[in-house]
């Protein structure tokens, strides 16, 4: 399974923009990103997903470094709820069985008032 | 739509019991996954199940088994329950059982104490 590299924890302030690094060296081509959030006592809930091109919607942007070896989450304006641990997994595209999520020890964000 | 639903949501059982966790996925969704989550290891992959039929499974104990029924609900099963099995387990469903662009959406979990 191909590994991601998170900072174990950020702090911002409300209302400010928040980026949340995450490195995936080991990345293959067929592989995408996905990031996906754990609220307090909540079972992780979808962020975003891309590939190779910068994805916007609306709870965040993902921007993807050209060599694919790394990537941010960013969240434009943050809140009190955006307190969470991050996700930053890759998934294998078309295979068989790639429901299997492989998280790591995330980033813990803690959001300022 | 509603989302996933998971039963019971807390549970208390002691050493060397079996326990049944239940989860119905979201309508239309086929594919289940089964998570266990403890502060020690982190989320870690149990198994998926796709139209009855196991896709993947993590790397479990025997004593972790799960099945799929036809209209997609799904449960799994830990036999001879141990101290080390208090976790949060947690369900996830999707539409298909493909990687890549396939989103999963979580329950809120199961918290199982073993005494």
């Known amino acids: 399974d191909a590994k991601t590299t998170q900072p174990n924890s950020m702090e911002s302030n409300e209302e400010e923009p928040v980026h949340l690094p995450c490195n995936h060296s080991t990345i293959s081509g067929t592989d995408y990103i996905h990031w996906y959030r754990q609220l307090p006592s909540q079972g992780p809930e979808y962020v975003i997903h891309?590939?190779?091109s910068n994805v916007n919607n609306r709870m965040a942007s993902l921007a993807i470094a050209e060599d694919r070896k790394s990537s941010t989450l960013i969240l434009h304006r943050a809140t009190l709820r955006d307190a969470a641990v991050y996700y930053c997994i890759l998934r294998p595209w078309g295979i068989q069985g790639a429901q299997k999520l492989v998280f790591g020890q995330g980033t813990r964000l803690t959001i300022n008032p | 739509k509603a989302g996933v639903t998971q039963t019971p949501r807390y549970l208390i059982k002691t050493r060397g019991q079996q326990v049944t966790l239940s989860c119905s996925p979201i309508s239309g969704h086929r594919s289940v996954s089964w998570y266990q989550q403890t502060p020690g290891q982190g989320l870690q992959f149990l198994f998926e199940y796709f139209s009855e039929t196991q896709r993947n499974k993590g790397n479990f104990p025997g004593r972790f088994s799960g099945r799929q029924f036809s209209n997609s609900r799904s449960e799994m099963n830990v036999s001879t329950l141990e101290l080390g099995d208090s976790a949060l387990y947690l369900c996830?469903?999707?539409?298909?059982?493909?990687?890549?662009?396939?989103?999963?959406?979580f329950g809120p979990g199961t918290r199982l104490t073993v005494l």
């Open positions: 891309g590939l190779t």
């Open positions: 996830a469903s999707s539409l298909t059982s493909g990687g890549g662009t396939d989103t999963q959406y």
